[in-house]
């Protein structure tokens, strides 16, 4: 079977889940009102409050969850047949992951723009409170611990990314005080950060000495640094500290500092990447090979293996946090909660 009409199909899906069913639950669930006032507005403090563009909110919400999870679990949990999977990525993600992000955003919006872990005092008691900010804590220092290591990983295996990551923090700030100190539009000056991060990539894979490899600076590979530790640990662990110096002061700037133009920014780049894989896609044409049921996979049950493994890739609570943490706080409209929270895991899904 072609790879192309289950992409096909998966798109048609997610597009009449948006369509409708997410339709559905903004006018008679959720009955979203226009005129609602939202924290942004009603706590407007230019800091954590901002009132923003649904779509560069898009931009920040649908950034923050696409990670690595939604491409290791499917693959994983092929295991069992590419249709068990197929079915639970589209179903979970039109029935569960979109309901959750759209649901979490307007709990939060409802309830002065409060996390999740604060609004579980509220609305289970003070014991759950405790237990999902404890969980909540684990939650963050695990996804730091595996972005940190990710990232540090690429800078010393591909030293000539570097320059085209850092390079993306003084165009962020110049994007957002731009946007909202001259009152202009983000989208043209986001492409052409975008146009220039490519450049410098390219122009550092060319030119050595615009690439920041520290196993070099540290004497190459083999040799030993300091602590007695050799330049490639050594390398890691610098990289590490910065990265950690960096998300402390990402996370205290005014989200439109930073936060809002970084992450819209990304948002250009996973749909240019979600542009290449449909293309890849459609002109290389790929056969399924995997089996669409593994009737030989009887040492481990697919329930309910198969939704803890595609977890991220169908619905994730880690989403809650974006939705409560930070999305919750720059919806300009309640209306724009549907856009935001409820095509924002779908995109991701579709990327991956």
């Not at 909540?136 to 730091?144: A, D, K, P, S, T």
């Not at 500290?241 to 780049?269: E, F, G």
Request: charged content about 10%; glycine content about 8%; overall charge positive.
């Amino acid at each position: 079977m072609s790879g192309i009409w289950l992409a096909l199909i998966g798109g048609i899906i997610f597009f009449l889940g948006y369509k409708y069913y997410s339709k559905f639950i903004a006018e008679k669930i959720y009955r979203l009102d226009p005129n609602y006032t939202t924290p942004a507005h009603q706590y407007k403090d230019g800091v954590d409050f901002v009132p923003t563009n649904k779509f560069v909110l898009w931009g920040h919400h649908f950034t923050s969850v696409a990670g690595a999870a939604p491409i290791v679990g499917p693959a994983i949990a092929v295991y069992w047949g590419w249709l068990p999977a197929l079915v639970w990525v589209l179903l979970g993600t039109v029935f569960a992951a979109g309901v959750h992000d759209f649901g979490t955003l307007v709990l939060s919006v409802r309830n002065k723009g409060q996390s999740i872990g604060t609004l579980a005092n509220k609305l289970i008691g003070q014991r759950a409170k405790i237990l999902f900010l404890f969980i909540i804590l684990l939650l963050v220092l695990m996804v730091n611990a595996v972005f940190a290591w990710v990232i540090a990983n690429l800078f010393i295996s591909f030293p000539a990314s570097v320059l085209s990551v850092f390079i993306q923090i003084p165009l962020a700030i110049w994007i957002g005080y731009s946007v909202y100190k001259r009152k202009g539009s983000m989208l043209l000056p986001s492409i052409v950060a975008l146009a220039v991060m490519y450049l410098a990539a390219i122009v550092a894979s060319y030119v050595p000495a615009l690439q920041i490899d520290l196993v070099r600076y540290f004497g190459g590979e083999g040799a030993t640094a300091l602590f007695g530790m050799s330049a490639t640990s050594m390398a890691f662990l610098v990289w590490i500290v910065v990265l950690m110096v960096y998300v402390y002061i990402a996370s205290t700037l005014p989200v439109w500092k930073l936060l809002q133009p970084r992450d819209y920014i990304n948002s250009h780049q996973l749909i240019v990447g979600l542009g290449l894989l449909y293309l890849g896609l459609l002109f290389t044409n790929p056969e399924i090979t995997a089996p669409v049921t593994n009737s030989q996979a009887n040492d481990v049950s697919w329930f309910p293996l198969l939704f803890i493994t595609i977890a991220c890739g169908a619905i994730s609570g880690f989403h809650g946090l974006v939705s409560s943490g930070t999305s919750s706080k720059q919806l300009d409209k309640e209306t724009d909660a549907r856009f935001v929270g409820y095509l924002g895991p779908s995109e991701k899904v579709l990327l991956h």
